[in-house]
């Protein structure tokens, strides 16, 4: 039986598979959302569920995970590309 890796949500702590979750990452100063999971760089992840979007940028989440303030605009990005990913399946 094949290890499956698993990450922890910054939101609500709960364990899920590597592939099911989406890893932020800072890299050269910068916040990206990592697709692949392969970049350099400090990572953090987020499940994404809705409960957990709601909850993101009330509990400064990724300012934890990064242990620094993170700007407004990196929460709106993580939580548009779950927006974005619901209109896909909409539409």
Same mark, same amino acid.
């Given at each position: 039986?094949?290890?499956?890796?698993?990450?922890?949500?910054?939101?609500?702590?709960?364990?899920? #598979?590597?592939?099911?979750?989406?890893?932020?990452?800072?890299?050269?100063?910068?916040?990206?959302?990592?697709?692949?999971?392969?970049?350099?760089?400090?990572? #953090?992840?987020?499940?994404?569920?809705?409960?957990?979007?709601?909850?993101?940028?009330?509990?400064?989440?990724?300012?934890? #995970?990064?242990?620094?303030?993170?700007?407004?605009?990196?929460?709106?990005?993580?939580?548009?590309?779950?927006?974005?990913?619901?209109?896909?399946?909409?539409?």
């Amino acid at each position: 039986m094949k290890h499956i890796p698993q990450r922890t949500c910054i939101c609500c702590r709960k364990k899920f #598979a590597k592939e099911q979750v989406l890893r932020i990452v800072k890299y050269n100063g910068q916040f990206l959302i990592d697709e692949n999971q392969k970049h350099d760089g400090r990572g #953090a992840y987020f499940c994404g569920s809705e409960e957990c979007q709601k909850k993101l940028l009330k509990s400064r989440g990724l300012d934890r #995970a990064f242990k620094e303030r993170v700007n407004e605009s990196v929460y709106q990005l993580v939580l548009n590309h779950f927006t974005d990913k619901k209109d896909d399946e909409n539409g």
